[in-house]
């Protein structure tokens, strides 16, 4: 145990002392937050969508509904004919245009709402259409008195305004633990490859006192980078943190476990620095585009569906996006959490079967 | 009488086909400085790494401070200290972190600042390993084996790569080892090193021990004689078979090596005279005549009749 603590304070000093990897850790993740967080959000620092509201009608419940949208703060709304705000749509210069016909009190008929959007803005589109269908809702239900029919809690009524940002910075964090725990494996394939490692055979320092400081070390890391990226995303960029910390926490660590063991079975194939890092970019880089944690996946072809299945990062993005900013995956917190075990078990049976000390 | 230390009989190992160690054996007494001759190649890490347990050998045995490494290395690795190599395993270290860290291993292991100053190394205790030059480095290697306090010390090849100063200055930390009562085993591949630091010495040669003894005791078992240099230039090969022929040896002894030709000779007066008589019948002239005592150089060169390159440096 004081073995122990003694590599593992070396291994902090050396961390510290590590420019180039600290920038990695600490301030890679950040400048992402940063970076996306401009890219995504407004200057308020919210993110708002220039809707075009084409009003057919002028009745107590089109101007109603107006209000409503009005008092949306995600929603820059321009008003016009039709054919003004379809053109602006097409220009780019709205992300969707609603078309409202003259609602009257008449609760038997049905109104046919239009929303237009560009193809090329689906994600974007959709989710100020769920936005909206929100907002939709609470007049309906209001004008309806259905409330209590269908028993519905009054804080579904506030329509949370989902930003892409709500989207992408979980996303982030799944990236830097991804990052955490394929790259960190180099340290020690660094060490192997030198010839240290074996070198401390002739001393009593075990082997694995290094290794497991090692990881320990990197799940400090894991935690130290989800406080910053939560709190940045929170303050900075007004992201609403739904889940509690420690609920984070504990699904950082799973998935830091994950892509450590991951990390270590990679370098157990690679005989050199070199083909260490081939190794984890061929393994890395598809992993950031197909597991979705930075756009949602359901746009993609269906052939690719499976290996997006496959894939832990998909589940760590689904899981930390469920507990920090509620967005519910189609998959269950059961289900992210049991597989980002089992790549976690599967991964480090292949891992002890091949390691080499040296 | 002293102890062994070290009993290696027979070993043997081999790494695919290549036999590194060809059946070696010697013994190591308690309290010396015992030196591994011999060329890059020889197998002198070989053998060091399987005294320490980094290989495992083929055939022979094995006692070191009595355990076998093989069975008992968890033992023995408290009671050695190694160096094998520079030390990088944390390069942002500070010097006196790392010793701190390797001293933390052992249950009494000797002051930091008391290798410190054996080592030379205060003014850089608060330098990082990486920072450190490459005999600083070598250096610290060093320390990191002294600082087990362990009775018995191995290092391997520890003076390659310094200059001549740090090389004095390392014996120096070598004989301080000896006159604490710790044994030394180190290997080397120079030859004067082991002349000028060894107790006991082993010539190795292509897996095998070619000759075994103190240096003073190999040098006057191979050669009581004093050696005869001579230059090469102008001599023929026919004037060369009439020195070997002609001239006076009691026990005759004639080898060549890179533009010399030595004569090794017991009764050096005799010698000299006669070699001179020859370079008067034939009107020769003889160039850069050096007396001098024989070295272990000289007995490589007569065992295995081949020059002893120093192919490292």
Redesign the interface.
């Known amino acids: 145990m004081?073995?122990f603590k003694?590599?593992f304070i070396?291994?902090i000093?050396?961390l510290l002392?590590?420019k180039s990897g600290m920038f990695w850790l600490v301030a890679f993740p950040v400048i992402f937050v940063f970076i996306f967080g401009l890219i995504f959000t407004g200057n308020t620092g919210q993110q708002s969508y220039t809707i075009g509201l084409v009003l057919e009608g002028s009745s107590v419940i089109n101007n109603n509904i107006e209000k409503a949208l009005l008092k949306n703060p995600s929603f820059n709304i321009r008003k016009g004919s039709q054919e003004e705000e379809v053109n602006a749509l097409q220009e780019g210069k709205r992300e969707l245009v609603i078309i409202i016909p003259e609602i009257g009190f008449d609760l038997n008929s049905q109104y046919d709402i239009q929303i237009l959007y560009n193809r090329d803005l689906n994600g974007t589109a959709n989710i100020i259409i769920s936005s909206l269908k929100e907002i939709f809702y609470s007049i309906e239900r209001r004008l309806t008195e259905q409330t209590e029919l269908f028993n519905i809690r009054p804080e579904a009524i506030q329509a949370k305004t989902l930003s892409d940002f709500d989207y992408i910075l979980p996303g982030i964090l799944a990236m830097a633990i991804l990052q955490l725990g394929l790259f960190g494996s180099f340290q020690f394939l660094n060490?192997r490859e030198?010839?240290?490692i074996?070198?401390?055979?002739?001393?009593?320092?075990s082997r694995s006192v290094i290794l497991s400081s090692e990881i320990l070390m990197r799940l400090i890391i894991a935690l130290i980078q989800t406080i910053l990226i939560v709190f940045l995303g929170k303050w900075l960029f007004d992201v609403q943190i739904t889940g509690n910390l420690l609920q984070v926490f504990g699904i950082v660590i799973i998935g830091a476990l994950s892509f450590i063991s991951l990390g270590y079975m990679l370098i157990t194939f690679a005989d050199s620095m070199e083909s260490g890092r081939g190794i984890v970019q061929v393994v890395q880089f598809p992993m950031l585009f197909l597991s979705g944690i930075f756009f949602p996946v359901e746009f993609f072809p269906s052939y690719i569906k499976p290996i997006i299945k496959a894939l832990p990062l998909t589940y760590l993005g689904n899981a930390l996006r469920e507990v920090m900013v509620g967005i519910p995956a189609q998959t269950t917190m059961q289900r992210n959490i049991i597989i980002l075990l089992l790549w976690t078990l599967v991964t480090l049976v292949l891992t002890i079967k091949f390691w080499k000390w040296e | 009488m002293a102890e062994n230390v070290i009993d290696i009989s027979n070993l043997k190992k081999y790494f695919a086909e290549v036999k590194a160690l060809d059946g070696i054996n010697f013994s190591v007494k308690k309290g010396i400085i015992f030196g591994m001759l011999g060329p890059n190649g020889a197998g002198k890490t070989t053998t060091i790494e399987t005294m320490t347990g980094l290989y495992q050998r083929d055939e022979g045995e094995i006692s070191i401070l009595g355990l076998d490494p093989e069975r008992s290395l968890k033992m023995l690795q408290k009671k050695m200290g190694v160096q094998l190599q520079s030390p990088s395993l944390f390069p942002r270290l500070k010097v006196v972190e790392i010793l701190n860290l390797f001293a933390s291993f052992y249950q009494n292991p000797l002051k930091i600042s008391n290798v410190l100053s054996q080592i030379g190394l205060q003014n850089k205790k608060d330098s990082w390993v990486k920072k450190l030059s490459g005999g600083q480095k070598h250096r610290l290697a060093v320390g990191l084996a002294m600082i087990s306090n362990g009775e018995l010390i191995f290092l391997d090849e520890p003076t390659t790569g310094l200059d001549p100063q740090a090389r004095q200055d390392l014996w120096n930390v070598i004989r301080n080892l000896k006159a604490e009562g710790k044994t030394v085993f180190l290997t080397t591949h120079y030859m004067d090193e082991a002349q000028k630091l060894c107790d006991d010495l082993v010539i190795l040669d292509k897996g095998k021990i070619i000759a075994n003894g103190s240096p003073e005791k190999l040098i006057n078992d191979y050669f009581k004689d004093r050696v005869i240099e001579l230059e090469d230039m102008g001599l023929n090969n026919s004037f060369k078979e009439r020195i070997k022929k002609e001239v006076f040896y009691n026990r005759l002894s004639f080898e060549e090596k890179k533009g010399h030709v030595l004569l090794y000779s017991d009764q050096i007066d005799k010698t000299l005279k006669s070699l001179f008589q020859l370079a008067d019948n034939y009107e020769r002239e003889l160039n850069d005549v050096v007396i001098r005592k024989a070295t272990l150089e000289d007995v490589f060169l007569k065992i295995t009749g081949r020059e002893y390159r120093d192919e490292a440096v």
């Open positions: 004081k073995l003694e590599v070396a291994n000093k050396e002392r590590d060490l030198k010839g240290i074996r070198g401390l055979g002739v001393t009593p320092l």
